[in-house]
T-cell receptor, first 115, second 113 residues
Framework: KAGVTQTPRYLIKTRGQQVTLSCSPISGHRSVSWYQQTPGQGLQFLFEYFSETQRNKGNFPGRFSGRQFSNSRSEMNVSTLELGDSALYLC??????????????FGPGTRLTVL | QQQVKQSPQSLIVQKGGISIINCAYENTAFDYFPWYQQFPGKGPALLIAIRPDVSEKKEGRFTISFNKSAKQFSLHIMDSQPGDSATYFCAASLSGGYNKLIFGAGTRLAVHP
């Protein structure tokens, strides 16, 4: 079974631009969540989608948004990029939407660099 | 209250030794405590997880010890191997919190031959 796929793997943008990152979950998984990983702040939850609905959102500004399609693939968008948005963006998929005993499988991440 | 505090930040262990990483939390509503292992260039991978109604869980060389009254949990890696060198994250999630995991800051483990 193929794992979680994230595209692109690396991205370089300049301040003020916008970016869209894509995540394809494991086949049969309906929940996709997104995390930002930085050396200073560690791993921080961005948002979670289940059956095309955002059910939970982390403490990030409105410049960060996402969506999920009917095939469970998800995209996240960051508008008006800032230098501090440079990070590894990780996507995790799971079968159900419940938190407990629900293994999340992480993708390799998209490394975003903002210049 | 949403934080998970992890220590140490880095750890050096000799091959065959025991690696111990500790985490503490405040929110008693957390009900799921996983540990993740991350190698450079890879996403985190689930190692082992525990619920608060169990005090210890062992899977191979990896053991989680859970102290509900102290609101602490720890990962023990027995017979540590150079291949265990990675960054380890503890995490916690809330009942009803869907897939929101709250991660500790991470521990960089180096196992020397």
């Amino acid at each position: 079974k193929a794992g979680v796929t994230q595209t692109p793997r690396y991205l370089i943008k300049t301040r003020g631009q916008q970016v869209t990152l894509s995540c394809s979950p494991i086949s049969g998984h309906r929940s996709v969540s997104w995390y930002q990983q930085t050396p200073g702040q560690g791993l921080q939850f961005l948002f979670e989608y289940f059956s095309e609905t955002q059910r939970n959102k982390g403490n990030f500004p409105g410049r960060f948004s996402g969506r999920q399609f009917s095939n469970s693939r998800s995209e996240m968008n960051v508008s008006t990029l800032e230098l501090g948005d440079s990070a590894l963006y990780l996507c995790a998929s799971s079968i159900t939407g419940t938190a407990t005993n629900n293994e999340r499988f992480f993708g390799p991440g998209t490394r975003l660099t903002v210049l | 209250q949403q934080q998970v505090k992890q220590s140490p930040q880095s750890l050096i262990v000799q091959k065959g030794g025991i690696s111990i990483i500790n985490c503490a939390y405040e929110n008693t509503a957390f009900d799921y405590f996983p540990w993740y292992q991350q190698f450079p260039g890879k996403g985190p991978a689930l190692l082992i997880a525990i619920r608060p109604d169990v005090s210890e869980k062992k899977e191979g060389r990896f053991t989680i010890s859970f102290n509900k009254s102290a609101k602490q949990f720890s990962l023990h890696i027995m017979d540590s191997q150079p291949g265990d060198s990675a960054t380890y994250f503890c995490a916690a999630s809330l009942s009803g919190g869907y897939n929101k995991l709250i991660f500790g800051a991470g521990t960089r483990l180096a196992v020397h031959p």
